[in-house]
């Protein structure tokens, strides 16, 4: 795509987001990976050296499959990656600008990411509904009820046991002196209040994933924006979104836009951006940097 067919788009965007009585976000990863939230590299290279030496894996995706040798291990790792990713803020203000862009709107999030970003950057969390649960709650891993329990706590306490310190600003320094632990304090490993199973992260892996409360409200909260905007001027705005599960927000946002004749499409992100040819002529579909596509839409 050539720079003046993005400028032509981006264009287009702002003024479809101009014209819109709402707007629905949907979000996947690659606005999180847009942001800096990356799970290669250097970035896995700084928090997870000593994994990657041990066990030959190289990001900490894999790594989060890894059969560890216990369970203090395999919540060292697993602490490390849940604080990380979800209470340090990302790099670069991506989230920051789609709230600039949408916070005058009637607006609604739905995401599959897990990271709780949106709300980091002042989204009304009345307005989200993360569908695959979330990095900062733990749940039982039978499990033994539908219910979730905050974890910052204990995995600072798990951090603190390998030998991290944190900042002011709650970032994840390394200790200059000391060589870190990779297993913590067995009486750290966390368990099931009710039943003493141990306890697992809130994310959407199998059937065992608990739907508590606040998911169910949060359910019931986007199927009622979508009833009473059915028929209105609304914007479905995809960022980030893949193939791994297209049926959460891809595949509805293509149906949705199809049934009504007042909405418009539009995809952003850095590799496929296409849409049926059912929907082509209410679509936008833009392959770059979502957060450098944003900061154009909101400078210009």
């Known amino acids: 795509m050539n720079i003046a067919d993005t400028e032509q788009k981006i264009q287009a965007l702002r003024h479809v987001l101009n014209q819109s009585d709402a707007v629905i976000v949907g979000a996947g990863a690659g606005l999180s990976a847009s942001a800096g939230y990356d799970y290669t590299g250097e970035r896995f290279q700084k928090y997870f050296r000593d994994f990657s030496r041990k066990y030959g894996f190289s990001d900490m995706y894999s790594g989060g499959f890894y059969p560890f040798d216990s369970p203090e291990e395999y919540w060292a790792y697993w602490s490390r990656y849940i604080y990380i990713n979800r209470y340090m803020k990302p790099q670069k203000p991506v989230y920051q600008r789609l709230y600039e862009m949408v916070k ?109 409360a606040g998911w169910h409200k949060a359910a019931g909260h986007y199927k009622t924006f979508l009833k009473n905007h059915r028929t209105q001027q609304t914007l479905f705005l995809e960022l980030g979104v893949g193939m791994n599960t297209p049926g959460i927000i891809k595949y509805p946002f293509w149906r949705m836009t199809a049934e009504n004749p007042r909405a418009a499409y539009a995809c952003i992100n850095y590799g496929p951006a296409v849409c049926p040819q059912e929907i082509k002529e209410q679509s936008i579909c833009i392959n770059g940097d979502i957060g450098e596509i944003l900061r154009e839409a909101i400078t210009k």
């Open 104 to 212: 005058n709107k009637d607006y609604f999030i739905l995401t599959t990411n897990v990271d709780h970003c949106f709300q980091k950057a002042g989204f009304d969390k009345r307005r989200l509904f993360y569908t695959q649960g979330d990095y900062g709650l733990f749940q039982c891993s039978g499990p033994c009820c539908q219910k979730t329990y905050d974890n910052k706590s204990i995995i600072q306490e798990m951090l603190r046991a390998q030998g991290f310190v944190t900042d002011a600003k709650g970032t994840l320094d390394l200790p200059k002196t000391l060589t870190l632990e990779m297993a913590i304090p067995s009486e750290l490993i966390p368990h099931c209040p009710k039943c003493g199973r141990q306890m697992t992260m809130n994310l959407r892996a199998d059937n065992t994933f608990a739907e508590d």
